[in-house]
């Protein structure tokens, strides 16, 4: 039955999944000096029963009056009672502040970030059926007089590894007002990509980016929500999980896997109407929540400059000096989103020195059958091997891979020899200071 808004309604939404106040963040989590065999995931830290919200919700009558409900009537109030649990003490004062801005006209700039499902792999249409293209419309739909403009910045088969050395391009650069993140099925759950994760989160809240946390699901009930989740919780951001939504209604037979995906993660036009209608359904809520004059409660900017990847970028052919290339040539990748990398057909050295306290590589695999092995020396110690054979996988890809981690940002030598008569592209270099 299709929910109508209603002060009754969305007053029930808000005293059980958001209280509009600042939540100051708690310290990032501090690395380990060696990762433990099996990383325990950690555990969501406990809702207090009695939240400070305020005693008198405010309801902004005008904002109630223009709201637009959801093309689709796919989500009930029990399931999104499920997918919002986490925001209780959720600070969406920077998200109110972007509303403020669309309602009054100015052009706003909506961003989405995140692996294959972001980009809209098995949706019909990426521009008009996938959750980010949703997502987009409810601000187009809400404030007719805004100029709302959309930056997907979906990458399939990558993690927040790369998201968060690749955001000050793809996402800050580019203007983004408010930003939802989704790595849920990409990412594993463990302490290094918290690490990663929260990074990610803490660029963007330090450049006054309004963020969402978006929890996906593999058909196995798979997800690093949890992990994420405690990120979400300890910065004060909202959450949604598309996860909690439909996995108790396939549990209970009221809905198939195989109506919302076509295989075991991408869900299909009705799987990101599902998700969309989730974003629409909770937007409405704050905007109805919403003052026409917000006092932005800042997340303490001095907590979210610790985290370990904060100052992170990353280098290609045309920005990295190197002191040796050999056998590599700078190549353009038509296959790839990533331009001007490196490759060999019979192998190749390529060294230079940099300082940094963690690097990565991405690199493409291949089903070929043509591609080699990279080993990676860092002042002279073999640190890694990058294998970009890919021989009965399911396709080529580009894969990242950490190489060298350290707690101090020190100069250090860096060294990449591929054996002689193989093939190998080294796509991007991932630096952090």
Same mark, same amino acid.
């Given at each position: ?181 989704? +790595? ?125 990847? +904060? ?44 300082? +940094? ?77």
């Amino acid at each position: 039955m299709k929910r109508t808004v209603s002060i009754l309604l969305i007053s029930a939404m808000l005293l059980t999944t958001l209280a509009l106040f600042g939540c100051q963040s708690a310290p990032p989590v501090d690395e380990p000096d060696t990762a433990p065999d099996e990383p325990s995931v950690p555990e969501v830290p406990a809702e207090p029963d009695e939240p400070s919200a305020p005693s008198v919700p405010y309801i902004n009558e005008e904002n109630l009056a223009r709201l637009i409900e959801p093309t689709t009537d796919l989500v009930d109030d029990e399931a999104f009672a499920r997918a919002t649990q986490y925001n209780r003490r959720a600070n969406v004062t920077l998200l109110q502040s972007v509303m403020n801005r669309a309602k009054a006209g100015e052009s706003i700039t909506v961003a989405t970030i995140g692996g294959s499902i972001t980009a809209g792999t098995a949706s019909s249409n990426k521009l008009k059926t996938s959750y980010s293209a949703i997502f987009r419309d409810w601000w187009v739909d809400s404030f007719p007089d805004a100029n709302v403009t959309l930056v997907n910045a979906g990458i399939g088969a990558t993690t927040s590894y790369l998201g968060v050395h690749r955001v000050q391009k793809d996402i800050i650069d580019k203007g983004a007002d408010v930003c939802i993140i989704e +790595f849920s099925v990409n990412d594993y759950s463990d302490s290094y990509f918290k690490l990663t994760y929260e990074s990610l989160v803490a660029r963007l809240l330090h450049n006054d980016i309004a963020v969402i946390l978006l929890f996906m699901v593999k058909q196995t009930g798979a997800s690093t929500q949890q992990n994420n989740a405690t990120t979400g919780i300890e910065m004060g951001v909202p959450m949604i999980s598309y996860g909690d939504a439909v996995m108790p209604l396939i549990e209970a037979g009221e809905l198939a896997w195989e109506d919302i995906s076509p295989d075991d993660i991408h869900p299909n036009d009705d799987g990101h109407a599902i998700v969309g209608e989730l974003l629409h359904e909770f937007l409405n809520m704050v905007f109805v929540y919403t003052p026409n004059e917000v006092t932005v409660v800042p997340t303490r900017k001095e907590l979210l400059t610790q985290t370990k990847y +904060f100052n992170s970028y990353l280098l290609d052919s045309q920005s990295l000096e190197a002191d040796t290339v050999e056998g590599f040539a700078p190549t353009a990748q038509a296959y790839s989103t990533f331009q001007n990398g490196w490759r060999t057909m019979n192998g190749g050295v390529i060294e230079f020195t940099a300082t +940094f306290s963690r690097m990565g590589a991405m690199y493409r695999k291949t089903v070929d059958g043509k591609s080699g092995k990279c080993q990676v020396f860092v002042d002279g110690k073999l640190v890694a091997t990058l294998d970009g054979d890919y021989t009965g996988g399911w396709g080529d890809y580009d894969r990242t891979d950490q190489f060298f981690s350290s707690r101090k940002t020190e100069e250090h030598t860096v060294r990449l020899v591929v054996e002689d008569g193989m093939a190998f592209t080294l796509v991007r270099l991932l630096v952090a200071e």
